[in-house]
C-alpha cells in the first residue's frame, strides 16, 4: 500500500466532530478505544453483545497460552492505573474469565471509557453517507454510516468520522465439511454439533459425559477441547473421544513442548501428544469429512471422502475461523483472494506460505483499504490466518490511533514485545522443515499465538522497533 501520509486519514474538517467508531468492546476494541482517548479523539465503541467482551466469556474457561504482560495494552493500563487498578502478577497465565474480570470489565467502567461504550448494539452495515459501493463523487469527505440493530432488531443510524472493526471471528467458526463449507447434513445436525470449544467439563458436562464425541481440528482449540474429554472420561468412563485430522498423523506437530517460549502452550500440546501416542484417544488421520447423518438410534454418521464411517454422539468442530465481511459490503475494501487480510499483510501470516507462525511488527499502513479512513484490526485482520497475537493488535490500533490523531511518525513505528517460542505450523507438507519446523495442521484457536522472528523460521525475537511500512495477535 503506498505511504500516502496523513492525507489518507486526516478525516475532512467536516466531520471531525464526529466519533470513530469501534466495532466490538474485546480486548482489541476496548485497546482501540484507549488509544483514542489518549489521543483527543472521541471512540463509540459498539458491543453486539449484552455486556463487553461477549466473545471473551464464550471461552471464559480456556486459559490463556500467554502471561499477563502480553495480554494488556499501554494505553488500557494508563487509564486503569488512574482509576486505582492494581495489575495481576505479570508472569502468570489467566483464563478468558479471568481476562475479563480482572482486566476488561474494569477496563469498561473507568468513566472516560465508559461513557464511549454502547452494549446491545449490533453493527449490521457500515457505508458512506449519500454513496453505495458504486459512487464516487466526492467519497473521501463523506462521512460513514454505520447501521446498528439493538436487542429487539431496531436499526437506527450513526456517523462516524473513521470506523475501526475489531469484532473478531469467534462468531465465524469454520465448518466441519472438509472443502470450506458445510458438510452435507451438517445444518440439519446443528443441535450435536459445538463449534469452538465447548466448556465440556462444566456448564455442558451433560450432554458429554458418557458419550462419544468426534473432534475435528488439529490446532489448539481441538487439544484444548481433547484435553476436556479425556479430564471428563476420568470421571465418567463410558466417555469415548474420537479426534479427527485432515493431515496423516506423522505430519502432525503438537508444539514445541519444552522448548515453546510460551510454557503453557507448549504443555498443552506435549499432553495432547501423548493421549494421541498412547490410544487415550482414538485418532482418526487423515479424515476428511464429506457429510454426517442422523441414525435412527439418534447418533450421528460422520463419512469421510474416503468412505470411512465413524459413529458419535456429538461433534466438537474446531477447524478455526473466518471473517464475517457482510457488515462491510458497501465499504471498498482490498482482501488477499486466500488469506482475506490486506494484500501487505497476507505474504506475512499465509500458512500456505510460512512453515512457522509468523508475528511480524505492522501498523496501520498494512492494514489500510482503498476506502479511507476504515480499518480491521484485532483478529479479523488476520482473515483465515491463525497465527494472531493478542500483544499485535494491541500495535495495530496503537499506530491507527496516532494515524488518525495526525501523528506520522508514531504510526509509523512498531514496537513489539514478543515471547519466544519454537513452535511452528502450517497446514501444508514442507519437506526441507527442520525439527522445530515440521509440518502440522494450523492452529484453530484464536488463543495460540505462534510468533517467531522474520529472519528465521523458529528464531526468536524478544523486542523488535522498525519504521513503518514494516511488512510484516488471542481473542480480539
Known amino acids: 500500500m503506498p505511504d500516502d501520509g496523513p492525507a489518507w486519514t486526516s478525516a475532512p474538517t467536516s466531520l471531525r466532530h464526529l466519533p470513530v467508531v469501534v466495532i466490538g468492546a474485546g480486548p482489541v476494541g476496548l485497546a482501540a478505544a484507549a488509544h483514542l482517548l489518549a489521543r483527543g479523539l472521541n471512540p463509540l465503541v459498539l458491543e453486539a453483545g449484552t455486556e463487553i467482551a461477549a466473545s471473551v466469556r464464550a471461552w ?44 476488561l470489565a474494569p477496563l469498561a467502567r473507568v468513566p472516560a471509557l465508559a461513557r464511549a461504550i454502547r452494549t446491545n448494539a449490533r453493527v449490521v452495515g457500515v457505508t458512506k453517507a449519500g454513496h453505495d459501493l458504486m459512487r464516487d463523487g466526492n467519497r473521501d469527505d463523506a462521512a460513514f454510516v ?29 465448518p466441519a465439511g472438509a472443502n470450506g463449507l458445510p458438510a452435507p447434513g451438517e445444518r440439519a445436525a ?71 517460549g510460551l510454557a503453557e502452550r507448549g504443555a498443552l500440546g506435549a499432553r495432547a501428544r501423548q493421549l494421541a501416542e498412547t490410544g487415550v484417544v482414538t485418532t482418526l488421520a487423515p479424515f476428511l469429512t464429506a457429510r454426517i447423518e442422523h441414525t435412527g438410534d439418534g447418533r450421528l454418521a460422520i463419512t469421510a471422502r474416503d468412505g470411512q464411517v465413524v459413529m458419535a454422539d456429538r461433534i466438537i468442530v474446531a477447524a478455526g475461523f473466518r471473517p464475517d465481511l457482510s457488515m462491510l459490503s458497501e465499504l471498498r475494501l482490498q482482501l488477499d483472494p486466500a488469506v482475506q487480510s490486506t494484500p501487505a499483510l ?23 483499504h482503498p476506502e479511507r479512513r476504515v480499518w480491521i484490526a484485532g483478529m479479523k485482520s488476520y482473515g483465515r490466518a491463525p497465527t494472531f497475537l493478542l ?6 490500533v496503537r499506530s491507527i490511533a496516532a494515524a488518525l490523531a495526525g501523528d506520522w511518525v508514531a504510526a509509523r513505528e ?3 514485545d514478543l515471547p519466544e517460542t519454537g513452535v511452528c505450523s502450517t497446514d501444508r507438507v514442507n519437506e526441507g522443515a527442520s525439527a522445530c519446523c515440521a509440518p502440522a495442521v494450523a492452529p484453530a484457536a484464536c488463543c495460540a499465538p505462534q510468533p517467531v522472528a522474520a529472519t528465521s523460521c523458529c528464531g526468536a525475537k524478544a523486542e523488535v522497533a522498525v519504521a513503518a511500512p514494516a511488512k510484516t495477535a488471542c481473542c480480539g
Open 414 to 416: 512498531v514496537h513489539l
Open 60 to 103: 471464559g474457561h480456556v486459559r490463556m497460552f500467554s502471561p499477563w504482560r502480553y495480554n494488556i495494552d499501554p494505553a488500557a493500563r494508563a487509564l486503569l492505573e488512574a482509576d486505582g487498578w492494581r495489575e495481576p502478577d505479570p508472569e502468570s497465565y489467566p483464563t478468558g474469565a479471568e481476562l475479563v474480570v480482572r482486566y
Open 190 to 260: 446443528a443441535e450435536r454439533i459445538a463449534y469452538g470449544i465447548p466448556d465440556v467439563a462444566g456448564t455442558e458436562r451433560a450432554a458429554y459425559a458418557g458419550r462419544t464425541t468426534l473432534v475435528i481440528g488439529g490446532g489448539h482449540s481441538a487439544m484444548n477441547a481433547v484435553l476436556d474429554l479425556a479430564s471428563l472420561a476420568a470421571a465418567a468412563p463410558d466417555t469415548r473421544i474420537l479426534w479427527a485430522f485432515r493431515n496423516p498423523l506423522a505430519a502432525i506437530n503438537f508444539g514445541g513442548g519444552a522448548a515453546d
Open 391 to 396: 500483544a499485535t493488535g494491541h500495535e495495530q
Open 146 to 174: 454505520v447501521q446498528v440493530a439493538d436487542h429487539k432488531g431496531d436499526v437506527t443510524e450513526r456517523e462516524a468520522a473513521a470506523v475501526i472493526d475489531c469484532s473478531g471471528t469467534w462468531t465465524s467458526p469454520n
Open 346 to 368: 497476507a505474504p506475512l501470516i499465509d500458512p500456505n506460505l510460512h512453515s512457522c507462525g509468523t508475528v511480524r511488527p505492522h501498523g496501520e499502513a498494512e492494514l489500510r
